[in-house]
């Protein structure tokens, strides 16, 4: 069964530093969603793509987070500086032209802001 | 905008016991509804979802939930818990015409022996 990749699994980084995360959606999904999750909370969304473009991204900090997804496949989530307050878990879904409505989420990515 | 509240934050549930995780959801349009599992160091699992029809929804590793719209409640429901359904689940909602999920806060089920 297909899945969702990412890397690393686990992140340790110092506080100023710049960290970044990567993520394979399912093939042929459109479709590509990059959420953090606080622990103890539920995942929030950072940022939707559809193909290649931006969709969403009311709720990225843009000051030191970026997202992107240049050809379309693949999707690079970058931050700098990163801040105590970013440890968290970082996910990455995808979703399939004929259903969009479902999510697939991929393993994440646990970063820790030293 | 929807919102989604998961009334308990930890049920502890004896092993073989049944257990009900509730959730009600807020929207002013139609919504999809989803379950998922998460398992500690790990991504999100779709357990089951509800897009339309039939309001009972089977879901894998035995689990159920049930679509109430006059109570705008998904609770989800497994007869006989194990061991390994020890994890946290989030309810999720999103409204049919944006697309855009929106997660509950979470409810850990630990299930003892």
């Known amino acids: 069964e297909a899945e969702v990749a990412q890397s690393p699994r686990y992140k340790i980084t110092e506080k100023s530093q710049a960290v970044a995360f990567w993520c394979d959606p399912i093939s042929g999904h459109a479709t590509l969603y990059w959420y953090r999750q606080i622990l103890g909370q539920g995942p929030e969304l950072l940022v939707q793509f559809q193909d290649e473009s931006v969709v969403d991204d009311s709720q990225l900090p843009k000051d030191r987070f970026s997202a992107e997804r240049l050809k379309g496949v693949d999707s690079t989530l970058k931050i700098q500086p990163a801040e105590l307050g970013d440890s968290a878990m970082y996910l990455c879904a995808s979703s399939p032209p004929v259903s969009q409505e479902t999510q697939y989420f991929g393993p994440g990515t646990r970063l820790l802001v030293l | 905008a929807q919102s989604v509240t998961q009334l308990d934050s930890q049920v502890p549930v004896f092993e073989e016991a049944p257990v009900e995780l509730r959730c009600n959801y807020s929207s002013s349009v139609s919504v999809y509804l989803f379950w998922y599992v998460q398992y500690p160091n790990q991504g999100l699992q779709l357990l089951l979802k509800?897009?339309?029809?039939?309001?009972l929804v089977k879901g894998i590793n035995g689990f159920e939930a049930e679509f109430n719209k006059s109570q705008t409640s998904f609770h989800l429901r497994k007869p006989s818990v194990h061991i390994s359904d020890t994890a946290e689940y989030f309810c999720?909602?999103?409204?049919?015409?944006?697309?855009?999920?929106?997660f509950g806060a979470g409810t850990q089920v630990v299930v003892t022996p």
């Open positions: 999720a909602v999103s409204e049919v015409s944006w697309g855009k999920f929106q």
């Open positions: 509800y897009l339309s029809g039939s309001t």
